[in-house]
């Protein structure tokens, strides 16, 4: 599947182009687990894999859960290390979920399975315990890009970051960054030597450690579904030392969703990086739609690992305030005076600024290829 290939008789993953191999090794002694390992030119690394059919789901098909504490323990025994590098760990972990989510139908695991939940782990800049995370398989019909990305092994990997919450009060309407370049049509520009601005005093937001990267929400988004309902959403901007955009989401069912299958007002901080053609195809990948609704733009590869690690850490971080980002009045009053039925009250309207305790992210690459449906979602397991 996309860039992975199955050996059966070794029951073997691997990418023959970057080297990346998980192979099944058996089931663990006298526990329920299977036992897997991880290889590519530089490490390998031991996964302890536990697998049960799942009654919710009316297909064949299995959640599978990697449990990265028995799995780092094991490391430890074998490398004599006390907790595995994050950089290491990133790569293990983002190669065996997406190596699972193409794992197929085999004698020695039996049915495929169509969930993958990652228990602990590295989570906003320290090991912790409690981290789940949660990938469902992607619908095929959702795939944009028809040739996968090979990842690559030789790019310097980050050190781990933590975001921090701030507050401020009263909170305006919209917030925007200040400072925005339009150096040529479509190639939007915010100096790298500049800090972020134009937020800070308008609405609560997420800073990093290093405070090189920022995220916020920048306004609201509603509309009537179907005539039926209404629905709010909003925008948020990502900003960091290499690029900037706007990017959909909302709040539902306490938890934060973002969308990163069609990125707007995308932007570069190293004017170099701009192309005659476009935006660098390491940053951002551009996709046609259909002739009507004309080309989305989505992260690279690299940019979908970066963002959507800031997105889970960054805001299950947001302690958040009482209060809403309301929706302009103006808006609700036409909507009530058309044939739809009855808005909600001005005060109840829009999204809630408060705590959310799960983060969901929907758009990602499986297979090195990058499918609309692919979710990610993210939680704390309650502290014991």
């Known amino acids: 599947m996309g860039r992975w290939q199955f050996d059966p008789e070794t029951v073997t993953l691997f990418d023959a182009a970057s080297g990346q191999q998980l192979r099944f090794e058996g089931v663990v002694p006298d526990r329920p687990y299977w036992l897997f390992r991880y290889r590519d030119p530089e490490i390998q690394y031991p996964i302890v894999v536990s697998g049960w059919p799942d009654q919710f789901v009316p297909r064949e098909g299995n959640t599978w859960t990697i449990d990265h504490r028995d799995s780092a323990a094991r490391w430890r025994a074998e490398s004599g290390l006390r907790w595995p590098p994050y950089g290491l760990w990133r790569r293990v972990e983002l190669a065996v979920s997406d190596a699972l989510l193409c794992w197929p139908h085999c004698e020695a695991t039996g049915p495929l399975p169509w969930k993958i939940v990652s228990l602990g782990g590295w989570f906003n800049g320290q090991w912790s315990r409690r981290i789940v995370r949660s990938r469902t398989r992607a619908d095929d019909a959702a795939f944009e890009a028809d040739e996968p990305e090979t990842p690559s092994l030789t790019a310097p990997v980050a050190q781990p970051h933590a975001w921090r919450y701030i507050d401020c009060s009263p909170v305006a309407a919209k917030a925007d ?208």
Request: charged content about 25%.
């Open 177 to 384: 960054l200040i400072g925005i370049q339009e150096i040529a049509p479509g190639q939007l520009y915010y100096r790298r030597d500049q800090e972020p601005r134009g937020y800070q005093r308008t609405m609560p937001h997420l800073v990093r450690d290093d405070g090189k990267a920022a995220m916020f929400p920048s306004g609201l988004s509603s509309y009537m579904y179907r005539f039926e309902s209404y629905r709010a959403g909003a925008y948020f901007v990502y900003i960091d030392e290499d690029v900037f955009f706007r990017l959909d989401g909302g709040d539902g069912l306490g938890r934060w969703e973002f969308k990163l299958r069609d990125l707007k007002r995308v932007g570069l901080r190293d004017r170099e990086h701009f192309r005659p053609d476009g935006l660098p195809a390491s940053l951002f990948r551009g996709w046609r739609i259909n002739e009507q609704w004309g080309q989305s733009i989505g992260p690279s590869p690299r940019l979908w690992e970066t963002v959507s690690e800031a997105l889970l850490d960054g805001w299950l971080a947001w302690t958040g305030k009482p209060g809403r980002l309301l929706d302009d009045p103006a808006h609700l009053k036409a909507v009530a005076d058309g044939p739809y039925d009855p808005p909600p009250p001005l005060a109840e309207s829009g999204i809630s600024l408060n705590q959310k305790s799960r983060v969901e992210v929907e758009g990602g690459y499986v297979g090195g290829r990058f499918n609309r449906t692919f979710a990610t979602e993210a939680w704390l397991l309650p502290e014991t």
